[in-house]
């Protein structure tokens, strides 16, 4: 099987432990090179997380035990590289009608 | 050594998401002082009592001190675990999610422990402290020169744990510490003309 080389997540966690604490943590797994975390909305107790993660050989089940044991939950895989290059989505002529 | 390294990381990381340190140390400092007081008011009321034997006193000290220990222990956890079930019952009400399995629900119980323990033994050790003077009674001769000494020892623990809030506070340590000795001393005034032999 294909290595996946890039994993974008909406995930929703609570305030605590923070999000430097989770990408910490899943900047140490094997295979990952980088993460960047952003938050784009907060509600008094939890908090939605865009998380995208690059690396050579990402593991989707470690990634999710780790958010997991932080709180969080996975709502969506929002998008998934996989192979020997990062390749970003093709234009469509789908996307001119956005 | 990494384990020790280990567990007090781990520690921190509790203590940061459940924000232990926080309510620990506002339960130290409440529970302290009520032990200091409630232990005055044990060694006044057997001073005007006429009580001049340090083993009765010692007794008396003693039971107060478990007596203080477990009350705190037991109020505690029971509160504490109620308030800490209740919080993260809200929190899986938002996620949608047990959290009981996660790093939450440890901190969680972790906070549960150390704050029950430390306002169990923050009156009994503050208390034990007051009453030391009387275990070495038998060195003092007169049984009168270990009130004084306990009662010294009240307002210097007053004065530490007055000293300890200013600093959290970061205010003047020594007025702090002064607010402190005033409660100790009106505590002594009261029960002394409460005297009525």
Not at chain 2, 128 to 139: C, D
Not at chain 2, 142 to 167: E, I, K, P
Request: net charge negative.
């Amino acid at each position: 099987m294909g290595k996946i080389r890039r994993l974008v997540l909406d995930v929703l966690k609570p305030h605590e432990p923070t999000i430097i604490e989770l990408a910490g943590q899943l900047s140490d797994l094997n295979g990952v090179e980088a993460v960047n975390i952003s938050i784009y909305e907060i509600d008094r107790r939890v908090e939605n997380a865009k998380i995208t993660i690059e690396g050579d050989n990402i593991h989707y089940e470690r990634v999710q035990q780790v958010i997991l044991e932080n709180g969080g939950t996975v709502h969506s895989i929002d998008e998934v590289v996989a192979g020997k290059m990062i390749i970003e989505d093709a234009e469509t002529p789908q996307d001119a009608l956005r | 050594m990494g384990f020790l390294y280990r567990a007090l990381q781990r520690l921190q990381e509790y203590s940061d998401i459940a924000e232990i340190g926080e309510i620990a140390r506002r339960y130290f400092a409440m529970n302290a002082f009520d032990g200091v007081l409630t232990i005055i008011g044990v060694l006044m009321g057997n001073y005007t009592a006429g009580v001049r034997s340090s083993a009765i006193v010692v007794s008396t000290g003693l039971s107060t001190c478990v007596a203080m220990g477990i009350s705190g222990l037991w109020g505690a956890y029971l509160t504490e675990s109620a308030e800490r079930k209740r919080g993260l019952d809200i929190l899986e009400n938002h996620t949608l999610s047990d959290l009981s399995g996660t790093k939450i629900g440890r901190a969680s119980r972790a906070a549960v422990i150390i704050v029950a323990l430390v306002d169990g033994l923050a009156p009994f050790a503050a208390a034990l402290v007051v009453l030391s003077p009387f275990f070495f009674s038998a060195l003092l001769k007169d049984v009168t020169a270990s009130y004084y000494l306990s009662l010294g020892m009240a307002m210097v623990t007053l004065f530490s744990l007055g000293a300890f809030l200013g600093r959290v506070s970061k205010e003047n340590l020594i007025l702090s510490g002064l607010k402190m000795i005033g409660a100790g001393l009106i505590a002594v005034l009261l029960s002394y003309l409460l005297d009525t032999g």
